[in-house]
């Protein structure tokens, strides 16, 4: 009985992963062949760019405000307070800027997704679209992959500056400490390699978002419920994929850029 | 009910699909769609098999059968939107079974479907809901605005142009669901059980909609439905234009152009007339009528 159980979640897991990369292909290639659809572009754009950048303004800079809190304490055991902008510009922009953006817009963008596209496919607005000769990949999908990839790539930097901004409010505000020191040390700590790994994640946790939020939208089953399960399950996978592909980037790139 | 003098009163057998005519014999149109013994099967045991009957291009069928029988799947299968496991479906002539989507996608476009709850789209306007296909083909919007009030009219529901679907009643929808497949003259009417979950003056409405479609525009049609009095007021009633209601046909008369299929267990074991059906031997189909 076990065994089958392994047998049959394992052809599962498989099957899901097949469908996964021919939806990914299908919505990645339908850029490159006509009809593209440039006002749903620019809608989901507003969307998820817009839409999205006050949440991540507000968490980028209370993440650079406790990153400076707490390095802080712990600097100014070694007597080296003035490497915080060092410390909170390198974490901001190199880890948590891009993997926080990712699972800030993961949850309020791939469960909109999820649940958006869940309720066509229950609703068959979803099969009205095909009937009517309209691909839903080519509609719903492609744009929505595209404006998530650009938009969270501009999302991150907001969110790298606002951080880094938090850091310096709480170093000067609540550490007491030097302003110019702070900015100072943030910008000559920062090198080429770090500013490319913190530019490159975000495109991949965009890509994520969008493919895995309409994957799990698109393959909705029973109704109402099945569209809570879908969103439930987009933004937990999305999520953990995100923290699992910037550790496989981060490897990559230190491997490409080692430390000096 | 009695038979009209245009009805044959042997009908077809189930699964007969009209044989190929002969070059020197008078030349018939080819069906628009033909199931040559389709069946399809998902997780559980088959949703249909062996199914096979024609549509001939001037024809209306309806097809019967009790809820969770497999008539949606069928009509899914129709225009692609299913693909079967065995058989072959053709529609317009060309074998859509294997067909890739990208390939089917004008083919469907040929096709008007209206869904069971209407599948409006929640977040456009009457307009652009009708409008769908017209958009995506870059009509002018002068002559989009044309043509949605035109199948508007048709459907008696103008006054709903700049509304969302959200503020419609379930039988409005359904009419602006049919506007919507009319707009593009389609050349097939697909209709999953149009006045499903209706009450019975709307479900006429509906009924009458489907009449003047089938004795005005002529494009033929597949509908499914369980419900044997709108299956029956179809067949004993006509459009009357100069009236614009649909009236009864005259005492003893059907529609020879309207046939009947019916569905037990995913396989279809009738294929014909009212006059057919109503005299029909078999068991199940004896007590679908009961």
Known sequence: MAIHMIERTGKQLVLTMQEYSLFVYSAVTNLFRPPRYWPDFLIQSDIIGFGSAFIVLLSGFFTGGVLALQSAATLSEFGATAMTGRFVSLTMIRELGPVLTGIMVSGRNASSMASELGSMVVTEQIDAMRALGVDP??????????????????????????????????????????????????????????????????????????SIGCFYGMRTTGGTQGVGRSTIQ??????????????????????????? | MNETSDSAPSGRQPGQVPAPQAVSAPVAAPPVLVFRNVSIQFDGPSVLQDVTFSLAPTETRILLGPTGVGKSVLLKLTNGLLAPDRGCVQLFGEDISRMSEDKLFPLRARTGMVFQEGALFDSLTVRDNVAYQLIGEGVPDEEIDQRVHEALRFVELDAT?????????????????????????????????????????????????IVKERDVLRTPALLVTHRLQDAFTMC???????????????????????????????RLIFDGSLHDLIHSENKFVREFLE
């Open chain 1, 137 to 210: 990949l080519r509609k719903l999908v492609t744009p929505r992959l595209f404006a998530c990839i650009s938009m969270l790539f501009f999302l991150t930097i907001v969110a790298d500056a606002f951080g880094i901004v938090g850091g310096g409010a709480v170093t000067v505000f609540m550490s007491g400490q030097d302003g110019t020191q702070y900015f100072s040390s943030a910008w000559e700590a920062l090198r080429y390699p770090d500013i490319l790994q913190g530019l490159v994640k975000p495109l991949f946790s965009g890509f994520i978002i969008a």
């Open chain 1, 234 to 260: 987009a933004v937990v996978t999305a999520s953990v994929l995100i923290i699992f592909v910037d550790f496989l980037v981060t490897r990559v790139m230190l491997g490409l850029f080692p430390p000096l």
């Open chain 2, 161 to 209: 142009f700049a509304l969302f679907p959200g503020s419609l009643s379930g039988g409005m929808r359904r009419r602006v669901a049919i506007a919507r497949a009319l707009i593009h003259q389609p050349e097939l009417l697909l209709y999953d059980s149009p006045t499903g979950g209706l009450d019975p003056i709307t479900s006429t409405t509906i009924i009458e909609l």
């Open chain 2, 236 to 266: 004993t009633h006509r459009f009357d234009t100069e009236q614009n209601r649909m009236v009864p046909l005259p005492e003893g008369q059907t529609d020879p152009n309207t046939t009947f299929l019916m569905l037990d267990e995913g």
